[in-house]
């Protein structure tokens, strides 16, 4: 039998245990209403010919962000924005939780994963350059957390504003199966998520995937992990060769990886080496000795150029590459090569439209 001042300092220690348990959570909870707010909008993403559909969840923190019942078709590329519905001053997301459905795969995933917050926060919080300039305004901000989703589970989240987009990580899902009696008490429409014939004919649908994407899939098996390859960041810069006096005035590059990258002003002129993925798509302006504005779009040949940079960077992954476009006499044609030191090569398949131009559109 335990005495009654044992039972006494049993208690307080018990106690004190506790509280001491509780104080550091109390800190977080205090610091948790603390956290900084930003303006900013959730957009959903996926790779052309893999679309998706969240079914439940969202992003989360001190506050709850939906994705549920959001479709995407990812028709304007991986990384590319879609349509955002919270826009508003709040804080971050600091975790992810929600399933949805990969109509390629015919599967459902489910995540539930801490994301970079911190990270993400860095990236609100800089400034950088802002190509626009109204009003003297020099610098700009990200304002969209992107949320990409790729076959095999794979989630990519960006930080995206104008002119730039930057990963801020990659996580992972499983594959998840949604409780048939959960399913039956769905109305009509949610219900469809989980209908095989919705699905197939959703893979059918031109205005979800594009025929010549559809045809150039067929028969072929989804390349998993690929863009988890689209991820191998290398050492390189843009050099531009102009046969005529001119200059170049601005470039903007979207990455495979889904990051794209505005350079302009002081950018251009420091030009340096950065640890970028390989880029996708370049458009570029320029103008020559008399002031007329041209402006160049190159779209690579998505084999042509993984490999070039495979083979350049075979012997030294971290040695530094020039991807240079030399613009000819008649500023009507940009050719294309990867080099380092003595090594050289041409991308031939790199599709090349030159235009003139008085006021550069070079976004995507």
């Avoid at 305004?137 to 930080?159: R, Y």
Wanted: aromatic share 12%.
């Amino acid at each position: 039998m335990i005495k009654p001042i044992k039972l006494l300092i049993f208690g307080m220690l018990i106690s004190l245990t506790v509280s001491c348990q509780n104080k550091p959570q109390n800190r977080m909870l205090e610091d948790y209403t603390k956290l900084p707010e930003f303006k900013w909008v959730e957009n959903l993403n996926c790779p052309t010919g893999y679309p998706i559909a969240v079914y439940r969840g969202g992003l989360e923190g001190n506050g709850f962000v939906s994705l549920s019942d959001r479709f995407s078709t990812g028709i304007r590329g991986w990384g590319s924005s879609g349509n955002g519905t919270s826009n508003g001053i709040k804080p971050l997301p600091s975790r992810i939780n929600c399933i949805w459905v990969s109509y390629a795969e015919n599967y459902t995933y489910s995540i539930d994963s801490d994301i970079d917050y911190q990270r993400m926060v860095q990236l609100f919080k800089e400034e950088y350059p802002d190509s626009n300039r109204k009003f003297g305004k020099k610098q700009t901000t990200f304002d969209t957390v992107l949320v990409g989703f790729a076959p095999g589970g794979v989630v990519v989240i960006w930080a995206m504003g104008a002119g730039r987009t930057v990963e801020v990580g990659r996580y992972k899902g499983e594959k998840y199966t949604v409780p048939q009696a959960e399913i039956d008490k769905l109305d009509n429409h949610e219900r469809l998520l989980f209908d095989a014939t919705d699905r197939k004919n959703i893979m059918l649908n031109t205005k979800v995937i594009p025929l010549e994407v559809r045809e150039a899939h067929a028969g072929k098996p989804i390349p998993f992990g690929l863009w988890d390859t689209y991820r191998t960041r290398y050492s390189w810069r843009p050099t531009f060769v102009l046969r005529t006096e001119g200059e170049v005035v601005a470039t903007y590059y979207d990455m495979f990886n889904g990051e794209a990258e505005e350079i302009f002003a002081e950018g251009l002129i420091e030009n340096k080496f950065e640890k970028r993925a390989i880029p996708k798509r370049v458009n570029f302006g320029w103008r020559d000795k008399e002031g007329q504005g041209y402006g160049g779009r190159i779209i690579f040949d998505e084999q042509e150029i993984l490999n070039a940079f495979e083979e350049i960077y075979k012997d030294d992954i971290e040695g530094a590459s020039e991807l240079q476009f030399s613009i000819n006499y008649a500023n009507d044609y940009v050719a294309v090569l990867l080099k380092q030191r003595e090594k050289e090569i041409r991308l031939p398949k790199t599709k090349v439209k030159v235009y003139h131009s008085s006021k550069l559109t070079l976004k995507k």
